[in-house]
């Protein structure tokens, strides 16, 4: 018998039985999508906060005392502005240092109010991070040697209180304080969920009196090229390490934080998908049931075609070809519906999709796998219908 | 020239239950190419088993089975399945129709296992249901015939792949008695027409009339064999 002879034949099988075949495939449909959609959902949520840290600018390295945890604000911190100025002295480019004190607070204009992150910092701020300017000027030195009340206006803070008039050169008032407006970012979006557009940016000397306190919570240092920045993260934790004996001092580079995070995410997004996995195995097990169940009422079928000189082969190829057929068009089925699904999540909801080359072509290699492998018990046994006994059959 | 099928001694016995029974306990006959054989017998003569054996369906405990000369004892499962696809036709009882299925494509399906094209097939089939008078039921499916237009379905399957052997097992059993008339007319004809030897499996005397020799069995043994019992008479007449 040839191979398309063969293959017709089980299609014709399949659509014979066109309930059973589609409900047999929901397993093999299920496991698939789920697959398919779980993974687009982790490799989504991988590349968005990849391209959140790289958003922030390049090369940055950033100093905090103690140990570092993603997502948990230092608390303790005794690093002040004289830190600094050793960081300054120790990476030899002032420039390319800058310092970070936050607090939330609410501000004020007229009537409207907001709850902002106050984030002290100076000048040196842009050469750094990528902030760019939507109108006005950023921190100056002088602004931060004299503790200036000036701010420059995340590009979201500047929308509430102000709307469409342009708040450069009005004023706001925080805990009390005026502040004049030089500048308004323009939007960046959220980094870690922080919402960067929520900022108001002020000298951090002025925002130390703000605060009360002379203490600052990080240093950000811009190395000047990729392969500088391994070295100066280094230099700069020893450097601080013998400023102050005893205490630990963290230093984490961007590169670092996509090589943690992405291993993470990576590690959940393999435990989903093999979650799903397990339900297109189950969905293959009820394949090889049905496969089971055609076999015996399709005996005298098989009786048949043996008198007729079908050998043990052939029909054995009949079996798998139909078991096979149900798992990849199941799995073909699963794909369209998964990428559809992935995609409808995407536009649904903030939850970001990216639909991975891989993850389609490992659903689809193993819902023909499945089929092969669950197919093959049932097609052996039909294969081996002794025919005498098979015609019998009742 | 060699018969189209020749036993020698066939016995055939089963296991049931740890006993073990006997269907067939030494049977020989030699079936010529072109005759028209009735085999009769009652039910649990052991019949069955011999038109098993005969279609090479199933194996003999014992005993010698030539198909066309070719001893199959010798051959594989597969080259058994290739013997059965070239050499012998099937006529079952309940016709064994593939539902769902054209009266063409049923009638085809033999071809499909020796590999033939489609255009070859579908025109074979289609002479052949002509040959049955079937002409007009191309399309039909089982459900949409008579029975006795099914059992024609089923002979035209036997015969297109022209095998040397047609063996029916009881074609008219479940035809009523114009149609089973019909069937037999045109096994008759064909036998006639295109020289396949015809081997029937009947206990009704009327069917086996149509033949020209007669094995009747009973108990697993030929109990009688016309042609043996002519030839033996002549023999005798001539002393």
Not at chain 1, 59 to 64: F, G, S
Not at chain 1, 71 to 79: E, H, I, K, M, V
Not at chain 2, 16 to 28: C, I, K, M, N
Not at chain 2, 58 to 84: F, H, I, K, W, Y
């Amino acid at each position: 018998m040839r191979a398309r002879e063969a293959f017709f034949m089980a299609l014709e099988a399949l659509r014979v039985n066109r309930l059973r075949s589609v409900l047999t495939m929901l397993g093999v449909i299920i496991g698939v999508l789920a697959v398919v959609i779980l993974v687009a959902i982790g490799s989504g949520a991988k590349n968005a906060i990849e391209r959140e840290i790289s958003g922030l600018g390049s090369n940055i390295i950033l100093v905090v005392p103690g140990q570092l945890s993603v997502g948990a604000a230092p608390t303790q911190s005794r690093l002040s502005l004289s830190d600094a100025a050793f960081v300054r002295r120790v990476v030899g480019d002032p420039s390319k240092v800058t310092v970070s004190v936050q607090s939330g607070e609410t501000v004020r204009v007229g009537r409207q109010e907001a709850f902002v992150t106050i984030v002290g910092t100076d000048e040196n701020l842009p050469n750094i991070f990528q902030r760019p300017l939507d109108r006005g000027r950023y921190l100056t030195e002088t602004d931060v040697d004299t503790r200036r009340r000036v701010t420059v206006l995340g590009a979201e803070v500047a929308d509430q209180l102000f709307g469409d008039v342009d708040p450069v050169g009005r004023q706001i008032t925080v805990s009390g304080a005026r502040f004049r407006v030089v500048g308004v970012y323009t939007t960046v979006g959220a980094t870690f969920g922080v919402a960067r557009d929520k900022e108001v940016h002020v000298p951090v000397t002025t925002a130390q009196r703000l605060i009360g306190a002379d203490r600052i919570n990080g240093i950000a240092v811009g190395a000047s090229g990729p392969d500088e920045i391994e070295p100066l993260q280094q230099k700069v934790v020893a450097a601080l390490g013998e400023r102050y004996p005893g205490e630990r001092f963290s230093a984490v580079t961007q590169t670092q934080l996509l090589g943690t995070i992405g291993s993470v995410l990576g590690m959940l997004t393999g435990v989903l998908a093999a979650i799903a996995g397990i339900s297109l195995l189950v969905g293959g097990v009820g394949v090889s049931n049905i496969m089971l169940v055609s076999v015996r009422e399709r005996t005298r079928e098989i009786g048949l075609r043996k008198a007729l000189g079908a050998r043990q082969r052939d029909v054995l190829t009949q079996f798998l070809i139909e078991a096979v057929l149900l798992t990849t068009i199941g799995g073909l089925l699963g794909i369209l519906l998964g990428v559809g699904g992935a995609l409808a999540i995407q536009a649904a909801t903030p939850v970001p999709a990216a639909i991975t080359w891989w993850s389609i072509a490992l659903a689809f290699g193993v819902s023909v796998a499945v089929g092969v492998f669950f197919g093959v018990a049932p097609a052996r046994r039909a294969g081996r219908l002794d025919p005498v006994v098979a015609l019998r059959a009742e | 020239m060699s018969a189209a099928l020749e036993a020698v001694d066939l016995k055939r016995s089963y296991q049931l239950e740890g006993v073990s029974v006997e269907a067939l306990r030494g049977v020989s006959l030699r079936i010529e190419p072109g005759e028209f054989v009735a085999i009769i017998g009652p039910s649990g003569s052991g019949k069955s088993t011999l038109m098993h054996l005969l279609g090479c369906l199933d194996r003999p405990t014992s005993g010698a089975l030539r198909v066309n000369g070719v001893e199959m004892s010798g051959l594989s499962d597969t080259s058994l399945a290739e013997l059965r696809n070239r050499t012998i036709g099937f006529v079952f009882q309940s016709f064994h129709l593939l539902g769902r299925t054209s009266a063409l494509d049923n009638v085809a399906l033999p071809l499909v296992y020796r590999g033939t094209g489609k255009a070859e097939r579908r025109d074979r089939a289609r002479r052949a249901l002509e040959a049955v008078g079937l002409g007009h039921r191309l399309d039909h499916r089982p459900s949409q015939m008579s029975g006795g237009e099914q059992q024609r379905v089923a002979i035209a399957r036997a015969l297109v792949g022209e095998p040397s052997v047609l063996l029916a097992d009881e074609p008219t059993g479940n035809l009523d008695t114009r149609n089973g008339d019909e069937v037999m007319a045109i096994l008759d004809r064909l036998n006639a027409d295109s020289g396949v030897a015809i081997v029937l499996v009947t206990h009704e005397p009327e069917v086996a009339a149509h033949a020209r020799r007669q094995i009747h069995v009973r108990d697993g043994l030929i109990e009688l064999d016309t042609a043996l019992a002519e030839r033996a008479r002549d023999e005798g007449g001539a002393r």
